[in-house]
């Protein structure tokens, strides 16, 4: 009759009650996981940086959590893309993560012809955030950042950082637009030999995660300028943030955590988030991650998912206005 949906045949019946089958475990939390196997969790860097010693600390708060191992696999190379690609392509059932950090926001429009962007991955927790810092050495006059803005308006001045599109140089190329200065930008295959030669007289500055230096400037071979976060850091909290040291607007935070392909079932993700956070509430968790100078994180996987975006379309921009190529 007209104005009357038309009744369901019993076929057609019978193909929604089809397709329902189909969804419902899409759906449904699955009760068996991580029971089946373990977990494959790919670190896109060497060993012994702080990206992977912060990975390796996951795995064993996520193995004791949930009862069952989470062996790392590091895959390093071009930028962390080795890995990340590697990811990508694996089947989002639950039983492969992905140590994420900033990286995932730069690298498709640092290297534009990858075969992943940030839709190849569902975001699980940030994990930790990652303060960049510009450090000096200790017996240099400039004691302040406005000090080593005059110093680069004066004279030319060499700043390390941990590679050709790093977090680091980016912000660097943000820092220098803004205070209208120029300086040399001396990328390095990694930050410890940017500090080697810092600390050897070869660089004026070093601008790098606060993880790296920590224990250099609290020993006093080097001074800090300034750290990038919007608030002083529980490692180092007699060094001022950017805004303080008088550069508002230019904050930036680097992040260690966790992501897995795209596609993987949300009450994985969510499970996962909280067995994190309560691996990270540890005390002796928490004092592993000060002594890194790194700082838990306790968000939500939408909260990543939200900073991956934001932060793709901001570096993207610094990259195409910097005319940064990748080495």
């Not at 990508?88 to 990286?103: F, I, V």
């Amino acid at each position: 009759m007209p104005g009357h949906a038309a009744r369901p045949t019993r076929r057609g019946l019978l193909a929604l009650v089809g397709a329902a089958a189909l969804i419902r475990p899409a759906l449904a939390a699955p009760a068996a996981w991580p029971a089946e196997r373990s977990v494959r969790y790919i670190v896109p860097v060497a060993p012994g940086g702080s990206q992977d010693i912060v990975a390796r600390l996951f795995a064993r708060q996520l193995a004791d959590s949930l009862n069952q191992a989470f062996p790392v696999e590091n895959l390093p190379g071009a930028g962390s893309n080795i890995g990340y690609e590697q990811a990508a392509r694996q089947r989002p059932d639950g039983y492969t993560l992905l140590a994420g950090s900033d990286s995932l926001s730069i690298n498709k429009a640092l290297f534009p012809r990858l075969g992943f962007d940030v839709t190849g991955f569902a975001p699980v927790a940030q994990g930790v955030r990652v303060p960049q810092i510009l450090v000096v050495r200790a017996d240099s006059p400039v004691q302040e950042f406005g000090q080593f803005v005059d110093l680069a308006r004066r004279e030319p001045v060499a700043v390390g950082t941990p590679g050709n599109g790093s977090l680091a140089h980016l912000l660097g190329e943000q820092i220098q637009a803004a205070a209208e200065i120029r300086w040399t930008h001396a990328p390095y295959r990694g930050g410890a030999l940017a500090v080697n030669d810092l600390l050897g007289g070869s660089l004026q500055g070093v601008l790098i995660n606060i993880g790296a230096v920590t224990d250099h400037v609290r020993g006093g071979r080097l001074r800090g300028l300034f750290v990038s976060s919007g608030q002083r850091t529980v490692a180092l909290p007699e060094v001022p943030t950017l805004a303080e040291a008088g550069l508002a607007g230019a904050e930036a935070v680097g992040w260690h955590g966790i992501v897995a392909p795209a596609g993987t079932d949300p009450a994985i993700l969510s499970r996962l988030n909280a067995a994190l956070i309560a691996g990270m509430r540890r005390p002796e968790v928490a004092e592993r991650l000060a002594a890194l100078g790194l700082e838990p994180a306790e968000g939500s996987p939408e909260e990543l998912g939200r900073l991956i975006q934001a932060d793709a379309g901001r570096w993207a921009e610094v990259i195409r206005r910097a005319r940064i190529q990748p080495d």
